[in-house]
Structures are given as C-alpha cells and as structure tokens.
C-alpha cells in the first residue's frame, strides 16, 4: 500500500552484572536478539494517537506474538490478554507507558492474505507455531484497565507452517515467513521493496511491540549506514520489536524488519528501578534492520 500522492533478547544491567528475566516484559524471545534503545526525543506513540492516518493504516498489518498462557478464550467472541504492565516488571513508574501491559514477545507483519514476516529468533521451531498465537489489534485503546483487555477472537490467528526461515551471522540474515491458519481478512498486506536501496535520507517508520506494549508507531528513524543484508538505524527500538515493520514513513514501502541493536534499559539507583536508555541521535550502536530485498 502506498500513498496516494507519493510513487531478543531483554538483560538487564544491573550493577554490571546481566540478568535475563525470563517470564517478564512479555517474555520476550532470547535467541539471537539483542537489545534496543531511545535515540534522541522518545518517538513511540500509541497507534490510536499517531497524527498520521496513513500510518495507522498500515499499522493495521502489524501482529503481536503472545503465548498461549497469556491468552484466555473467554467465549466464541473474545479472548482476554494476561500479564504485567512495566511498572510491575520493574520499570520506573514515572516511565511513559508503565502501565500498559506488557504481554507480546515479538511483532510481525503481513506480506500476504496469510503469510506474515518476523525476525527468525521469534520463531525458531514449528513448536512456537504450538504454544503460541499472532493477534492484531493488540492496542492500548482496547481497555483502560489492564484486568480487562480483551481481543476480538477473529484477530487472533495460529501459525500452522514456518515456510520459510534463515538466521546467520555473516552476512547477518534474520528473518522467518509464516503461514496463519486462515486468510486475514479487512488488512492489506504491506508492500516489500524487491531490488536496490533506499536513499540515506528517508525517514523511517516502524511498526510494531516495544518491550512487548501495545502496538506503538515510531517515526523519525534515520539510516546511518547501508550494509550488504542490513540497514543501520537509530531508530527508538526495543526487544518485542523483533519483527517489526521498518518502512519509508512517506511511501509505506516495507525497507526492512527490526531485530537487534542497542541495550534496552540500565539501572536507576536511585529510585531502584529501570529506565529505558537514551542516546543521541547519531549516538551508540544503532539498530539492526534486516533488508527486506533478502527474502526470496
């Protein structure tokens, strides 16, 4: 879809030591990922809330990956989301979005009626396909009391096949294909770029879970440097963004999927908490984007 006027892990540091909390913070995938981070002013903003109606639209295409466990069919109709918010998973109450609950582990996002795109360490196994499910619509604006977040039963989908998955380090290839159990009705399937490059100078959009929150729009990325299978960003990225949608804000042409970057959060000894880490603009690591040319 394009506008109409324009052609893994989750450590913490903790007095230097690395604690990976299994359980928490969606219980967000561990293998292969890396951490994310804040890049200048904070751009998540709540999907409902973003000022831009294309993107909305196109945010439409973005799934969270909840585990079963999380997921309670309360009838035909509706499923209830379990889980914390951040603040109980130890992050600073005074934090944006502290109390939104926390439940996805990774993002994805449809590329066809039922196939939809991740980061392959979302989905390394055909037992993912088992204990877990792709649910869209997974918004703050579903609820305003996390014991009450409830989902519609026809955006919950099953994965019923990896068709395709690679992961490597060298060249860095991280992306796996999924098949759902049904055709995803009402959504349009984003559109890839299938050859070259974008220009150093698009701003980037990125569609998907931080930290495993409802689904969030952030803007303003920038590409520091293009690489022979990855882009480098500063984008403000967490973990539950492996998987998510990068794409040209103004196009929406799909550039490539978010899957490992900066450390997410360090500790506040102060207030015995934790705070997502800042960083300048053309500050730290960046973010790793897998090109989406890679997929076949």
């Not at 991740?118 to 918004?139: G, M, Q, Y």
Request: glycine share 8%; net charge negative.
């Amino acid at each position: 879809m394009f506008r109409t006027t324009q052609l893994l892990k989750f450590p913490f540091i903790i007095l230097g030591v690395t604690l990976i909390l299994g359980g928490d913070l969606g219980a967000l995938d561990t293998f292969g990922a890396q951490e994310k981070v804040i890049y200048g002013e904070d751009r998540r903003i709540d999907v409902e809330d973003h000022p831009d109606s294309f993107l909305r639209e196109l945010a439409r295409s973005s799934a969270a990956k909840i585990s079963n466990i999380r997921l309670q069919k309360i009838d035909e109709d509706f499923y209830q989301v379990r889980g914390r918010t951040l603040a109980e998973q130890g992050v600073c109450s005074d934090e944006r979005f502290s109390d939104q609950l926390a439940s996805a582990s990774c993002s994805g996002f449809l590329i066809g009626p039922d196939l939809l795109v991740t980061a392959a360490h979302c989905i390394s196994h055909e037992s993912d396909c088992l204990t877990h499910k792709w649910v869209f619509d997974f918004k703050a604006s579903n609820s305003p009391h996390v014991d009450d977040f409830k989902i519609s039963s026809e955006h919950v989908f099953r994965c019923t096949e990896i068709v395709e998955r690679k992961y490597q380090h060298r060249p860095y290839i991280d992306y796996a294909v999924i098949r759902l159990d049904r055709p995803v009705e009402g959504r349009e399937f984003l559109e890839l770029r299938r050859q070259g490059e974008p220009s150093q100078s698009v701003e980037l959009a990125m569609l998907g879970h931080p930290s495993g929150l409802p689904l969030k729009i952030t803007d303003g990325g920038r590409i520091r440097r293009i690489e022979a299978t990855t882009l480098l960003v500063s984008i403000d990225a967490f973990a539950g963004n492996s998987g998510s949608a990068v794409v040209d804000a103004q196009t929406g042409l799909v550039e490539g999927i978010l899957v490992r970057g900066e450390e997410d959060y360090v500790w506040d000894n102060v207030n015995n908490c934790r705070r997502p880490k800042r960083c300048r603009e053309s500050g730290c690591r960046g973010e790793d984007v897998v090109r989406i040319t890679e997929i076949n």
